[in-house]
């Protein structure tokens, strides 16, 4: 069998998105002959685990761990965790406190490309032996983080024969979120600096969008490939609703940067204008949500005791919860960033087979993959056009699960599509 060295920050217990890309692949890589190998971080820093993904590890992966230090056990260990802040790409969204202010721009001017950079060089010097060992001739880095990248980087500047694929489940200096960290002249230099040589020395570069491969072809990669995320056959049951209530679900982090201040709107005026909408109204929250998005709805007199706030959920408990949902919401940063973004949940909504309402800037790749895929409906931020959709859908005497054609977004199919591209690299 074939080994791939897969070198990724998120592995289970890890909870999040940044995790299910990889997890899936190296599910299914066995059975078309690549052993996985993945390396990754004995005490990683996060807030939240899943332990029950671990159950989607194959027999015949191996893991491989050392140890990490990161700046932020040290950050927690001076000035405590206080309370959860919402964070995204390392970036504390609430910026109210001039101490969080003051913390982005110390990650953002101090630490690049990430806080996981001082990995990099003991990463290198661990795997150069182990790849002799074992070896390995393909690897693959998932970023972000993106200092896993510069592990790459330097693992292919010692054995320039290995081929290495640097997949980028995000940009890297054009991410609109580094803006939060108020970089300086030098510090954005460096990111494209450090960007560029990723590019040029990568034998492949992966991405999970048609937006951001054009832009990184733009960027200076030779050879890009496009490897959307998918959903995994596996985990769906599709029994259909169990309830009699119109439940409007988001599960995940929802922040003030995608907040879609027109659907409560709406949502509002159909609770008063439809006694029966607004007797079986429900929205369910799930996830780290942001004070100032709660706050936003339940100022609508008639959402106040609309609103469930689930916590925190299991990757498969949110599966569950898809089956008991109305209509689920997607929600993509309205900024130049969510244009090429695909969320990974698109996908398993897809394969729930429910109706999706989305809201994202126009022209963005989920507005075409919609349209394609002819589900759902795509509003702008600014939309006001948004309640006969909902109301729609709320009287559809049509129950039954929503059918269309999805398998080239299969975990399996998708996986084949990898080793295709290991394949020509050898």
Known sequence: MNKVLIISYYWPPSAGSGV?????????????????????????????EDEKLSANIPS???????????PYTLKDKLLGKGKKHIQTSGVILDQKSFRNRLLNWVRGNFFIPDPKVYWVKPSISYLSNKIQEHKISHIITTGPPHSMHLIGLGLKEEFPNLNWIADFRDPWSEYDLLDTFHLSYLARRKHKRLERSVLQNADVT????????????????????LLTNGYDEDDFQNIGKTNDKFIIGHYGLLNHLRNPKRLWSALNDLCEEH???????EIHLSGNIDHSVLSNIKSFPRLNLKVKELGYLSHFEVLKRYNETSLLLLLLFNSKSGIGNYPG????YFAARKPILAFGPNKSD??????????GRYFSYESDDIKEYIFDLFNSSNKALIN??????SRKNLTKDLVNILNTLR
Do not use: H, M
């Open 20 to 48: 299910q890309r990889w997890l899936k692949f190296a599910k299914y890589l066995p059975q078309n002959n690549w052993k996985p190998i993945i390396y990754t971080p004995k005490n990683p820093y996060f807030e939240v």
């Open 206 to 225: 992966l991405t999970v969008s048609e937006t951001w491969a054009r832009d990184l072809k733009r960027l200076g990669a030779e050879r890009v490939e």
């Open 345 to 348: 949940k698109i996908f398993e």
């Open 404 to 409: 269309y054609e999805i398998r080239d977004y």
């Open 366 to 375: 989920v507005q075409k993959l919609l349209e394609r895929v002819n589900v």
């Open 275 to 281: 006694k029966d909408f607004n007797e079986k109204l």
């Open 60 to 70: 015949e992966v191996d893991v491989w761990k050392t140890s990490i230090w990161e």
